[in-house]
């Protein structure tokens, strides 16, 4: 027997949504600030002399280094692709909870940072509060010409 799909609380999922934005741009600037780290780290291995390391243990620690540098390349895309899915996820339910309309004061604030959030991160809120500024001009196509089925 299939489970139905419950319905969800938009107040609850606005919450959830401003959790998981907060805590993926904590995420995003830990990695951000560990690759500056491990950069100047490696930096100052490649500037250093040998002094009392043999060569072949200099080299195996570079190379560490080497990987770890490449690593933090490698995961700030994905955590930066995450962040904005969640902000664009953030934005949905925004718009759902102004669709539905019933706020209480506590979803108030969720609300509010919500849109926090998305003006902080440069999102315009045309879908939450249209201005004529905002809008795109749409150019009208004349297909009076065309016959039934055909494609222009």
């Given at each position: 027997?299939p489970?139905?799909?419950k319905?969800?609380?938009?107040?609850?999922?606005?919450?959830?949504?401003?959790?998981?934005?907060?805590?993926?741009?904590?995420?995003?600037?830990?990695?951000?600030?560990?690759?500056?780290?491990?950069?100047a780290?490696?930096?100052?291995?490649k500037?250093?002399?040998?002094?009392?390391?043999d060569e072949?243990?200099?080299?195996?620690?570079?190379?560490?280094?080497?990987?770890v540098v490449?690593d933090?390349?490698?995961?700030?895309?994905?955590?930066?692709?995450?962040?904005?899915?969640a902000?664009?996820?953030?934005?949905?339910?925004?718009?759902?909870?102004?669709?539905?309309?019933?706020?209480?004061?506590?979803?108030?604030?969720?609300?509010n940072?919500?849109?926090?959030?998305?003006?902080?991160h440069?999102?315009?809120?045309?879908?939450?509060?249209p201005?004529?500024?905002?809008?795109?001009?749409?150019?009208?196509?004349?297909?009076s010409?065309?016959?039934?089925?055909?494609?222009?």
């Amino acid at each position: 027997m299939p489970l139905r799909k419950k319905e969800v609380d938009p107040h609850r999922d606005l919450m959830i949504r401003v959790k998981a934005f907060e805590r993926m741009s904590k995420e995003v600037a830990f990695y951000q600030v560990d690759l500056e780290k491990q950069e100047a780290k490696l930096a100052v291995m490649k500037s250093a002399a040998a002094g009392a390391y043999d060569e072949e243990k200099i080299a195996v620690i570079k190379r560490f280094a080497e990987t770890v540098v490449a690593d933090a390349h490698s995961v700030l895309p994905d955590s930066t692709m995450r962040l904005n899915k969640a902000l664009t996820d953030l934005e949905a339910a925004l718009v759902r909870i102004k669709e539905g309309g019933a706020t209480t004061e506590n979803n108030e604030e969720w609300k509010n940072k919500a849109e926090l959030i998305l003006k902080n991160h440069g999102r315009k809120q045309t879908l939450l509060s249209p201005s004529p500024e905002d809008a795109v001009p749409v150019s009208v196509t004349d297909v009076s010409g065309l016959a039934e089925g055909e494609a222009f």
